[in-house]
């Protein structure tokens, strides 16, 4: 069952791969990216920039990403966990990315809403500089590197080695290897109050901080959409939910302890 498994997964992601990839080098870049990580014959550079030709919608780009971002690529270009259905009724106009990464999710958005000013915020300086590769040239996307917290501040980024996606201002559990960098950090509402037009859709990905940034912020509760990924048992989820008493919650759980809450502000 496990080598079945395995194999429906490989399936998904060369799927992923050959309908993203816009052309037969890209997607054959794409689809061996994941045998390469599961199924080394040698081994494998996770620190390697493969650079590969995309299409999303109509969005053609050049993309560039590690060997580990495969799992990114495919959960958020492909799985678009960020664009709900109904959001396309009524584009958003300004949106704020909390934890841009390398610029996926702001590629999804802008292949759904291109007319849209995006506000990507990412403090690892690994992933900053993809971030600004992949989005070079795309109109409406201001990039800062900063991380978002309670409060105006400057504090600890801590990188764990050889995870590019777990960056967080909260130190790693006990025996994982990190670096550490110090980074600025901006409260949400200094964030919300300087973006003009108003931001009406709120993307977050900001491990393991969310109830403390959003609990401490009063303009978020204007915002129409936010939509993010959630750690924590139903418990700790429902919690967050009841910070947003004037939205409307659709949480999807992708695994035992990881959520994407969906917030929509009641008319």
């Not at 560039?64 to 495969?70: F, M, N, S, V």
């Not at 007319?115 to 993809?130: G, T, V």
Request: glycine residues 4%; contains cysteine.
């Amino acid at each position: 069952m496990n080598l079945i498994s395995k194999a429906k997964t490989l399936w998904r992601y060369t799927h992923a791969a050959w309908a993203l990839g816009d052309d037969l080098r890209s997607r054959l870049v794409l689809a061996t990216l994941l045998p390469r990580l599961k199924f080394p014959v040698v081994r494998v550079d996770d620190e390697r920039v493969h650079k590969v030709q995309i299409r999303v919608a109509s969005l053609r780009r050049v993309l560039y990403l590690r060997t580990q971002d495969i799992f990114l690529f495919y959960e958020v270009l492909w799985g678009n966990p960020y664009v709900h259905p109904e959001m396309l009724q009524n584009p958003p106009r300004c949106i704020l990315d909390l934890g841009a990464h390398i610029g996926l999710a702001t590629l999804r958005f802008k292949a759904s809403f291109p007319q849209a000013i995006i506000h990507c915020y990412e403090p690892n300086p690994e992933n900053f500089k993809l971030l600004e590769k992949n989005t070079r040239g795309l109109p409406g996307v201001v990039l800062r590197q900063d991380a978002v917290g309670p409060e105006d501040t400057t504090a600890t980024l801590y990188m764990p080695i050889r995870r590019h996606s777990a960056s967080s201002l909260l130190r790693p559990p006990e025996g994982m290897a990190f670096h550490e960098v110090c980074c600025n950090v901006r409260a949400l509402d200094k964030i919300l109050a300087d973006i003009d037009p108003p931001c009406d859709l709120v993307k977050f990905d900001i491990e393991g901080l969310e109830y403390e940034v959003f609990a401490a912020s009063r303009l978020v509760q204007d915002v129409f959409w936010i939509v993010g990924e959630l750690k924590g048992d139903a418990g700790q989820v429902e919690r967050f939910v009841r910070l947003f008493p004037d939205h409307c919650a659709k949480v999807v759980w992708l695994a035992r302890n990881m959520a994407v809450v969906y917030l929509q502000r009641r008319v």
